[in-house]
């Protein structure tokens, strides 16, 4: 899957914690010419969605304070959590258990 964020693409890779430590999910440098985000296996959907909206942040302004963008994700996911932002297809291995 590849994904546009502020004009550049980014490819979207699963995998398992090993592979990026014991984060959630990691954002390669703007400047890679293959750019590519990837997400843990199996997080729980609203982990997910805060994982999601954090790289994109990454994605979006790398230079960004990690304080601000870890903070900055968590209160846009609340908020969609609470607007009722689900989730709709299990995406097989990439969904909690």
Not at 9 to 34: H, M, N, Q, T, V
Not at 88 to 97: F, I
């Amino acid at each position: 899957m590849r994904v546009r964020i502020l004009g550049r693409y980014w490819r979207i890779e699963w995998c398992d914690r090993c592979e990026i430590g014991d984060d959630l999910g990691a954002c390669e440098k703007p400047e890679y010419s293959d750019r590519t985000i990837y997400f843990a296996n199996k997080q729980p959907p609203r982990t997910l969605l805060e994982t999601a909206i954090h790289e994109a942040l990454h994605a979006a302004k790398w230079d960004l304070p990690h304080k601000w963008v870890e903070t900055t994700a968590a209160d846009i996911a609340r908020l969609l959590w609470r607007l009722g932002y689900r989730r709709t297809e299990s995406g097989g291995e990439r969904a909690a258990s």
